[in-house]
C-alpha cells in the first residue's frame, strides 16, 4: 500500500518533532520545511535527520517561509501531500508585543498562504491548523470548549484569530478537509526555552547543581491547563483522521498558577520553596536554607495578560476518542529530572576539561 505523505510546516519546533517522529512510525512519508538560517536549528530533528535510512526514505526537508508563497506552493506542488500539518508560527506571546506585524505575517497570512495555495491545486489534502486556547483570552472563568466565545490578548492571540477563521471560512467556501485543534499550553523536553515551564526546569536545576544564584519571573498568577506535548501530538493527528472536518479543544481539564508549577519543580528536587514580601517584591526562598532564588522582574509581566486557561476536551474524547495522558505532576517530573540530567552531564564534563588544562 502506498504510504501517506504529510507535510509538516515548524517541523523544526516542539511539536513539529514529535509529530514527525510520530508519523513517520506510523509509515507515513514527512516532508518538512525548516527556515534557512546561519546558525544550526534543527536540534530538535537531529536524532532523525542523522538516521540515513529515515533521511533518505521518509523525511525531506525543504527549504522555505511562510511568509514566501511562491515557495510555499513549489513545496505544496513538489511534496503531494495528503496531510498539512500547519504547526509554523510566531509563537511567543510575548514577543509578539515587540514584532507584531512580522507575528500577523507568519501567523495569520501564512495559513491563508498555504489555504490558497491547496484551492489553486488540484490537492485533495487535509489541513491541520494550529490554534490554539489564546483565543479565548480572558473570557471565561469556567472551562473553556469549542462554543466559548473568543477574546484575544496578544498581538499573538489576534493573528491566530484570523487562521481560525480563515479555516473555517476556506472549509464552508471550497469545501477543503480544513481543521482547527484548539490547544491548550503544552509542554515538554523540548519546550523552547524562553517558555515558562522550561525557564522554570532549566533554572531549579541550575539552583540545585550550584550554576547560578537565582533567576527572575514575571506574573506568578497566571493559570494554565498545562499538558504534555506528545500527547497532544497524537491528538492533532486525529483531528485530520476524522472523517469531515471540524474544530476541535485538546486540553488536561485541569489548571494550575505558574505558582505551583515552580513549587513542584523543587519538589522533584527534593526542596521546598516559600514566598515572602508581595507584587514586584515577591522572593522565593528554600525553606531548608533560606536562600533567595527567585525574584520577580516587571519586563516579564504583559501589556495585555491572559488570567486563566482551563480546557473542556469533551468533544475529543468523544468524537476522537482521544485522552491525555499525562499528569501535571509527571509533567513537571519529566521536565525537571531531564533538565537536571543534562545540565549534570555537561556540568561534570566542564570540570573534568577544566581540571585537566
Ligand atoms: P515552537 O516550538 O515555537 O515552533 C515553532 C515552529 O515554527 C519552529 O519550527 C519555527 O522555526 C517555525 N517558524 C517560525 N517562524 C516561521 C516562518 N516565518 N516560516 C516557517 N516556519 C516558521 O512552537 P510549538 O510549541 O511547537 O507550537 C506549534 C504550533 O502550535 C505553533 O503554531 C503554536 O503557535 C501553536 N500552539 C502551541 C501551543 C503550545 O502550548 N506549545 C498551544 C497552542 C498552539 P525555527 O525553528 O526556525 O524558529
Ligand atoms: N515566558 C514567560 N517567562 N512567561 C512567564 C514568565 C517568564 O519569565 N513569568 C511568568 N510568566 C507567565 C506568563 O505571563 C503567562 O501567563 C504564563 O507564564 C505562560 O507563559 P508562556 O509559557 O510564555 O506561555 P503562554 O501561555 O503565553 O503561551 C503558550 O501557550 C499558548 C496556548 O495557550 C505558547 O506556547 C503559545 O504559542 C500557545 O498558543
Do not use: C
Not at 509563537?91 to 498555504?114: K, M
Not at 517530573?333 to 581540571?355: A, E, Q
Amino acid at each position: 500500500m502506498k504510504s501517506k505523505v504529510a507535510l509538516i510546516t515548524g517541523i523544526t519546533g516542539q511539536d513539529g518533532s514529535y509529530l514527525a517522529e510520530f508519523l513517520i512510525n506510523k509509515g507515513y512519508i514527512v516532508h518538512g520545511i525548516v527556515r534557512s538560517s546561519s546558525s544550526f536549528n534543527r536540534e530538535r530533528i537531529d536524532h532523525l535527520t542523522s538516521n540515513k535510512e529515515i533521511f533518505h526514505n521518509t523525511l525531506f526537508l525543504h527549504y522555505g517561509d511562510l511568509i514566501d508563497s511562491s515557495n510555499l506552493n513549489r513545496i505544496l506542488e513538489k511534496a503531494e501531500p495528503d496531510e498539512i500539518y500547519n504547526l509554523g508560527a510566531q509563537s511567543h506571546v510575548q514577543v509578539s508585543f515587540e514584532i507584531p506585524e512580522y507575528s500577523a505575517e507568519v501567523n495569520a497570512l501564512g495559513t491563508i498562504r498555504l489555504l490558497d495555495g491547496i484551492r489553486n491545486s488540484s490537492l485533495r489534502t487535509k489541513f491541520y491548523q494550529a490554534s490554539t486556547s489564546e483565543l479565548f483570552g480572558n473570557s471565561s472563568t469556567s472551562a473553556q470548549n469549542e462554543d466559548t466565545n473568543f477574546n484575544p490578548r496578544s498581538p499573538y492571540a489576534v493573528s491566530k484569530l484570523y487562521a481560525y477563521w480563515i479555516v473555517k471560512n476556506y472549509r464552508e467556501a471550497y469545501n477543503i478537509f480544513a481543521s482547527n485543534g484548539i490547544l491548550f499550553n503544552h509542554e515538554s523536553e523540548r519546550r523552547g526555552e524562553t517558555f515558562v515551564t522550561r525557564k522554570v526546569s532549566i533554572n531549579v536545576s541550575k539552583i540545585i547543581l550550584g550554576i547560578i544564584n537565582k533567576f527572575s519571573l514575571g506574573n506568578l498568577d497566571a493559570k494554565r491547563d498545562w499538558g504534555y506535548a506528545p500527547d497532544f501530538v497524537e491528538g492533532i493527528w486525529k483531528i485530520l483522521q476524522s472523517d469531515t472536518p471540524d474544530d476541535f479543544v485538546l486540553a488536561t481539564n485541569e489548571t494550575h498558577t505558574v505558582r505551583e508549577f515552580i513549587e513542584e519543580a523543587f519538589i522533584v528536587m527534593g526542596e521546598e520553596i516559600i514566598w515572602e514580601g508581595k507584587g514586584l517584591d515577591e522572593k522565593g526562598i528554600l525553606k531548608k536554607t533560606g536562600k533567595e532564588v527567585i525574584d520577580i522582574d516587571k519586563r516579564y509581566f504583559r501589556p495585555t495578560e491572559v488570567d486563566f486557561l482551563l480546557g473542556d476536551y469533551s468533544k475529543a474524547k468523544q468524537k476522537l476518542g482521544w485522552e491525555p495522558k499525562t499528569t501535571f505532576n509527571e509533567l513537571v517530573r519529566k521536565m525537571v529530572t531531564y533538565d537536571y540530567n543534562k545540565l549534570k552531564i555537561s556540568t561534570n564534563r566542564n570540570v573534568h576539561i577544566f581540571n585537566k588544562l
